[in-house]
């Protein structure tokens, strides 16, 4: 079976500190993608990033990076300078072959104090 | 550019009363997924499909039904609603298994 999971329910930092997110997973598969979403508080679910299985390219896109393990099953998302409005809830999710959606870990919820 | 449309956006129901969500999207994709989203277990599927007049069940498909009678909407229908539903819903929509899921701004449902 499939399983997503964040160990960290709630980080909290100051503005302009590194925060790091973990992601845990598990899969049969050989091929699968993983993603990241956002959850701020008005409560919309916003798309990241996604990496499929073959490519453990780390990613930086502004101050946001990821850390793509296959080794370790990891996929670790980096916030640099973090401000007030990173605070919310983040998921990483991964493709279901099976059922054919994401499933998704129980969120982080970030907050970020000025 | 709406993308994906959820309606109402909040409810309350009685316990034994039913009711339709309807999800809409512009977007010409064939998949289409129902999750809801319970404090601490982040999203969780209920039904999805996978084309126009398709439907699957989920992890948590007991006590909801759902149609996707045109390849843009698809509804979550709930016949007997429960406390236990009481819930966020959100409904999602991609190109395909893989791809990017795009989600609306949820439904809030609170069922007395």
């Known amino acids: 079976a499939q399983k997503v999971t964040q160990a960290q329910t709630e980080i909290s930092v100051v503005e302009k500190e590194d925060v790091t997110l973990d992601c845990v997973y598990e899969?049969?598969?050989?091929?699968?993608?993983l993603f990241w979403y956002k959850q701020p508080p008005s409560g919309e679910l916003v798309f990241l990033i996604r990496r499929n299985s073959f490519d453990e390219q780390n990613e930086i896109s502004g101050r946001y990076s990821w850390n793509f393990q296959k080794s370790t099953s990891s996929f670790n998302f980096t916030i640099t300078a973090s401000q007030v409005v990173d605070s919310a809830v983040y998921f990483c999710?991964?493709?279901?072959?099976?059922?054919?959606?994401?499933?998704f870990g129980s969120g982080t919820r970030l907050q970020v104090q000025p | 550019n709406a993308g994906v449309t959820q309606t109402p956006k909040f409810r309350v129901l009685k316990t034994g009363q039913s009711m339709t969500l309807l999800c809409a999207q512009d977007m010409n994709h064939e998949y289409m997924y129902w999750y809801r989203q319970d404090p601490g277990m982040g999203l969780r599927l209920i039904h999805y499909?996978?084309?126009?007049?398709?439907?699957a069940k989920g992890e948590v498909p007991d006590g909801y039904n759902v149609s996707r009678l045109k390849k843009q909407n698809f509804l979550l229908g709930l016949e007997s609603a429960a406390p236990s539903q009481t819930s966020v819903y959100f409904c999602?929509?991609?190109?395909?298994?893989?791809?990017?899921?795009?989600f609306g701004a949820g439904t809030r449902l609170s069922v007395l």
């Open positions: 899969t049969r598969d050989t091929t699968y993608y």
């Open positions: 999602a929509s991609s190109y395909g298994r893989e791809d990017i899921q795009y």
């Open positions: 499909s996978v084309g126009e007049g398709t439907t």
């Open positions: 999710a991964l493709s279901d072959t099976g059922r054919r959606a994401l499933t």
